[in-house]
């Protein structure tokens, strides 16, 4: 590993620490600001008396003034203490712990999905070309970016329940609580994919190292494929750490549509309980996640793409 | 270039929401908030679409929701472009440190992943939908601002740019005059896709029950009402969850097909 090497990483790291600590903020702000005094909600709910709301508001530091809030807010982070729920009182970090599990879960198998098929969809529209199979593909794809996820989420429940029936003792069950949403999910996220393998395929195929492969005599075939994949994977990989991002949004609806536990339907409920801990302690995860996520796929493109060390 | 089908039927099924959108109090015989019969009617000759869990009249909600899916989305899109197009503009013209705020500050909104960043806004702005229209618009503006400025600096390229400077031209003359018209294409290709996203953002937060009185007749509520009885009356998800998607891929087709038309002649593909 090369000085300049080692120099740009520390930087991204340090720009990746930034945009966390800018987005954190933001929402603490948002939150602050914008929904009001969340005791009073519990007041006006009838589940605390006024003696026990301001005792609340106190142990909870929102009778001080924001500034002195905010630096303690970030003090604790830093210690990693995200708070506690407002309505159970319990550590978030032991709520987001619960249910942490559950999304990775869907979210570890939605993005092999979304990665598998993103792949596949693209090769096969760049390959095909204008054969009904490579339309088909791009097809598909362009349907994958343009379809709500809860309404494949509900053609998906449907189709299963079809088959279901069709069944004799019906499916396993894991089918429906694991293998479903993680294909929708998958789905939904693989054609941002898919369209940016063709569209790099599509390209690096008449390259000129492409045509000097196959005037060597490279038939057209898989290590040609190979040959032409390899310079379009970093802008993919980079995409795909974007998606793993995203997917944490696609996430939110998929559980509820499936009705599984985990994060996504947390951070809901919190937002309609007004619980501004939890969806706070939540946006953090997900800023933190973002940046990892983004500088994996600087290092695994410079892996891949000798030519993007030189220029770091 | 010519409209191909698909755009001719985008355009019809876009022209039919809106005219239903428009006409929704004469073409919709009921209340959309009133039961009309009994509950999970199938849909038929006599009772038009049928109706819903509380015996509602599916086909005036279908109408009525249009209504309001379209015009949050549009109020919504329309912020997104009006904040994002300023900061982008400003960006693009200014340069240095106004530049710098709106890039940092749009990089920084853009590592909490889109349909988060809404649902943060509502957290803050409270439930109902209008705080669901303020969340979607101003949760699109970060992306926005970021592409238009690269729309922006790409006309700052044109030597027309150069000719006005040397004219003795101001930033906001080479803005209005220069700017604006030569990355109208590209503007207008980057608004119709974030109107997809505004529809696709605010039903799918109504979806998520957020947008306050379930019985607001809005194709993204009704979608998440049709979703609990999805096996005995699947129509009743099928019809706001079809209307959203044709609605969103009909957005995107137009929206592409004004991308080609707004290139040169030379570098259309077809």
């Excluded at chain 1, 340090?14 to 005094?37: E, H, K, N, Y």
């Excluded at chain 1, 290590?223 to 379009?232: K, M, Q, S, T, Y």
């Excluded at chain 2, 922006?152 to 220069?178: C, M, N, P, S, W």
Aim: net charge positive.
């Amino acid at each position: 590993m090369s000085e300049g090497l080692l120099a740009s990483l520390s930087r991204r790291v340090l720009s990746g620490l930034l945009t966390a600590w800018a987005a954190v903020s933001l929402t603490f702000f948002a939150l602050r600001i914008g929904a009001g005094d969340p005791v009073a909600s519990l007041l006006s709910q009838g589940l605390a008396t006024p003696a026990q709301a301001e005792a609340l508001r106190h142990d909870l530091g929102l009778d001080r003034p924001l500034a002195i809030q905010y630096l303690d807010f970030l003090g604790n982070l830093v210690r990693g203490d995200i708070g506690t729920s407002i309505y159970t009182g319990r550590p978030v970090a032991t709520i987001i712990g619960e249910q942490l599990p559950a999304t990775a879960e869907l979210a570890a198998s939605g993005l092999a999905i979304a990665a598998a098929l993103g792949l596949g969809l693209g090769v096969l529209a760049a390959w095909s070309g204008r054969k009904p199979a490579g339309r088909l593909s791009a097809g598909l794809a362009n349907l994958a970016t343009s379809l709500p996820v809860a309404f494949i989420g509900i053609l998906a429940i449907l189709g299963y329940s079809l088959v279901n029936r069709a069944l004799p003792g019906g499916a396993p069950s894991a089918v429906r609580h694991l293998l479903l949403p993680a294909l929708v999910l998958g789905f939904a996220s693989s054609g941002a994919i898919a369209r940016v393998v063709q569209f790099g395929l599509t390209e690096s195929l008449q390259a000129p190292y492409v045509l000097a492969a196959r005037a060597r005599g490279l038939a057209p075939g898989l290590r040609l494929l190979w040959h032409a994949l390899r310079p379009v994977l970093p802008p993919v990989i980079s995409l795909g750490a974007l998606e793993a991002a995203y997917l944490f949004g696609g996430t939110v609806v998929t559980e509820t549509v499936f009705s599984r536990p985990g994060l996504g339907r947390l951070l809901v409920s919190a937002i309609l309980q007004g619980d501004y801990p939890i969806a706070q302690g939540l946006v953090a995860l997900a800023a933190l996640f973002y940046t990892a996520s983004h500088l994996l796929a600087d290092g695994a493109a410079m892996a891949l793409d000798p030519r993007l060390r030189r220029q770091a | 270039m010519k409209a191909g089908p698909i755009e001719i039927l985008s355009g019809v099924w876009l022209a039919a929401v809106v005219l239903v959108a428009i006409l929704a109090p004469t073409l919709a015989q009921h209340d959309p908030t009133q039961p009309v019969g009994p509950a999970l009617t199938a849909p038929g000759a006599r009772a038009g679409l049928g109706t819903d869990a509380l015996g509602r009249d599916v086909w005036s909600r279908l109408a009525w929701g249009g209504r309001l899916s379209l015009s949050a989305s549009l109020v919504a899109a329309a912020l997104t472009i009006a904040i994002g197009g300023i900061a982008g503009l400003a960006a693009a013209v200014l340069g240095g440190w106004p530049e710098r705020i709106v890039l940092w500050g749009a990089n920084a909104m853009l590592a909490v992943p889109g349909l988060l960043l809404a649902l943060l806004l509502v957290a803050g702005l409270g439930t109902g939908l209008p705080a669901v229209i303020l969340s979607v618009g101003l949760g699109g503006a970060p992306g926005f601002a970021r592409l238009a400025r690269t729309a922006f600096l790409q006309a700052l390229e044109g030597g027309y740019v150069d000719a006005a400077v040397a004219l003795g031209a101001g930033k906001t003359r080479i803005a209005a005059r220069h700017l604006l018209p030569n990355a109208r294409a590209t503007l207008l290709s980057l608004a119709t896709t974030h109107f997809a996203w505004a529809f696709m953002g605010t039903t799918t937060l109504a979806f998520l029950g957020l947008a306050g009185d379930p019985s607001t007749p809005e194709w993204g509520a009704m979608l998440n009402a049709g979703s609990g009885t999805l096996l005995d009356a699947p129509w009743l998800a099928l019809f706001p969850g079809l209307a959203i998607s044709l609605t969103i891929v009909s957005i995107h087709n137009l929206g592409e097909h004004l991308a080609r038309k707004g290139l040169p002649s030379s570098a259309r593909l077809t």
